[in-house]
C-alpha cells in the first residue's frame, strides 16, 4: 500500500466517524433539551417556595426530619420528568 492510499482510507475513516458523531449527538439532543427544560421548571418553582419560607421565617427542619421532604422533592422532579 503506498502513501496515498493510506492517507485516503484514514480521511475516509475519519468522515465516517465524525458522521456517526454527529449522527449520535443529535439523537441525544431532544433528551437534552427536555431535561433543561425539567431543571428549569425546578428552579424556577424552587425559588418563590424558598422566598416564602424565608419571608415567613419559617426555621430549618432539623437532620432527623430532611429524608422526608427529599423524598418528596425527588418524586416530584420525578413526576416532572415522565410528563
Not at 8 to 23: D, K, N, Q, Y
Not at 39 to 51: E, N, W
Not at 56 to 83: K, N, Q, S
Amino acid at each position: 500500500m503506498n502513501e496515498r492510499s493510506h492517507a485516503g482510507s484514514c480521511s475516509s475513516l475519519g468522515l465516517i466517524l465524525a458522521a456517526l458523531g454527529v449522527t449520535a449527538f443529535s439523537l441525544t439532543s431532544p433528551g437534552t433539551v427536555r431535561a433543561l427544560t425539567v431543571a428549569l421548571r425546578s428552579v424556577l418553582a424552587a425559588l418563590p417556595a424558598g422566598g416564602c419560607l424565608l419571608a415567613l421565617r419559617i426555621p430549618v427542619p432539623a437532620r432527623a426530619h430532611r429524608p422526608g421532604p427529599t423524598v418528596v422533592a425527588a418524586g416530584v422532579v420525578a413526576g416532572t420528568i415522565r410528563c
